[in-house]
Structure formats: C-alpha cells, structure tokens
C-alpha cells in the first residue's frame, strides 16, 4: 500500500514539472476544462 502511495506522489510529482515547464500547455488545458464546467 505504501509503495503504491509513493508511485503515485512521484507521478504528481513528474506531472506538476512537466506542466511547469511547459505552462502555455497547462494554461490552454485549464480554459479547456473551465469551459466544459459552463
């Protein structure tokens, strides 16, 4: 169980540099999904 819990903190981890590094991509995404709420 814990090994599972520290894959998947590594994954948000990796995820939260990715979008860093690339923040045009994470900002489209997030209007993306904003719109989809309405």
Do not use: C, P, T
């Amino acid at each position: 169980m814990g090994v599972s819990k520290n894959y998947m903190i590594a994954f948000l981890v990796i995820r939260y540099k990715e979008e860093e590094r690339n923040e045009e991509s994470y900002f489209s995404y997030k209007s993306r999904n904003d719109s989809d709420l309405q």
